[in-house]
Structures are given as C-alpha cells and as structure tokens.
C-alpha cells in the first residue's frame, strides 16, 4: 500500500533552517511527483511547492522563492523540503502529498504531516 | 493566481442530512476541481478529483458536479464520520489554490 512517512517534529529559533524529509513506500517513486502543503495553526491548506521525482524539475510557490527548496532521493525513495530563514509565520504542520510526475495536479496520499514551531 | 472561495464558511447538520457545499473559482478553471476531507489532526484525504470522479475508497454518498467556475460537493446522506472539513482545490494552473474551506459539525 502507498505510504508517506514524515519526520519527527522540529523546534526552530527565528532565522534558522529546517529540512523535512518524506519517505514513500508502496508505487514506483519515480512515477510521480511530491507537492508539498502547510497548514498553520487553525488555518486552512498552502501549497508550497512541488518536485518531479522523475527529473528534479521543481516548482515554487511565489512566496517562498529563494526560502525553500525542494530535493529528492531517487535511491532511498525519499523527498526532501528545505526551509530558511524561518520566522514566526513559518510555524505550521507540513505535508507532503503525492502528485503527478510533470505538474502539479491533485494529491491522492498525503504523510501524516510534521509540525514545524518557530519560537525564540 | 486564480482564487478559489467556498460557501459556506461552516455549517451544522445532523446525520442523514443532505449536505451541499459549494466552491467558485475566479476564473474558469474547466473540470480541473478537487475536493479534500480533512479531520481534526490529520491529513487530508482525496476524495473528488476532475471535478466528478470518485476517488478509489470513498463512499459513494460523496459525489461532485460543476464546471467552469462553479462546482458543487454533495453528501447524500450525512454519517457520523464525514464531520469535518471540507477544501477543494484548482488544478488548472500553478499555483493550485485551495478554497478555505467548510466545517461541518454535529446539529
């Protein structure tokens, strides 16, 4: 079965990087894509961006260029979302989610979501 | 960007209720629609794709219609497990907005 296993919760300070990791299991890893999603306390859904697992084409959302980059792992079947200088506002639950191999269309399994808290 | 708003906001209905939520685009967006499921805590999950199709899983009171710019989620008969909240999302250009969303609580 399709599984997208997130990494462990992070506690950052204001300025500092986090890297996210999503490993899937259960479908040709190459096959597809991964988009990745936040949700900020109480809030609703944020696309942040997405990555070809097939080529490492990558599209970011507007906001976060130049904060955030997207990478995969096509031997261990793992992707990877990286995000600095974070601030307050970064704080939120990140998701990754299965898409499509060349853009970016709907998210059929979704990681269980890792909480991101940016706090001095 | 396209925006994507939902109406509405919230609402409260009982079990075997009919419910209908409802989601406009800014701009036509075709049958590139999608509506997600998402409980307290969780992630959330697919269960409307292309506007209409029923994703591999979901029960069959889940059905969506529209095209365009209006599009519409429809619960037959509500159970005690589709309280939550419910987003639907464009897929008809980058990048893929999602609405913001409909509570469904317990009347």
């Keep these: 079965q399709v599984q997208l296993v997130q990494s462990g919760a992070e506690v950052k300070k204001p300025g500092a990087s986090v890297k996210v990791s999503c490993k899937a299991s259960g479908y040709t890893f ?20 997405w990555i070809s697992a097939y080529n490492g084409n990558t599209n970011y959302a507007q906001k976060l260029q130049g904060r955030v980059t997207m990478t995969t792992d096509t031997s261990t079947s793992t992707a990877y979302m990286e995000l600095r200088s974070l601030r307050s506002d970064d704080t939120a639950v990140y998701y990754c989610a299965r898409d499509s191999t060349t853009v970016t269309t709907f998210f059929d399994y979704w990681g269980q979501g890792t909480l991101v808290t940016v706090s001095s | 960007d396209i925006q994507m708003t939902q109406s509405p906001s919230s609402l409260s209905a009982s079990v075997g209720d009919r419910v209908t939520i409802t989601c406009r685009a800014s701009q036509s967006i075709s049958s590139y629609l999608n509506w997600y499921q998402q409980k307290p805590g969780k992630a959330p999950k697919l269960l409307i794709y292309a506007a209409s199709s029923l994703q591999s899983g979901v029960p069959s009171r889940f059905s969506g219609s529209g095209s365009g710019t209006d599009f519409t989620l429809t619960i037959s008969s509500l159970q005690p497990e589709d309280f939550a909240t419910y987003y639907c999302q464009q897929s008809y250009s980058t990048p893929p907005a999602f609405g913001p969303g409909t509570k469904v609580d317990i009347k």
């Design chain 1, 30 to 49: 190459t096959s597809y894509g991964i988009s990745w999603v936040r949700q900020a306390p109480g809030q609703g859904l944020e696309w942040m961006g």
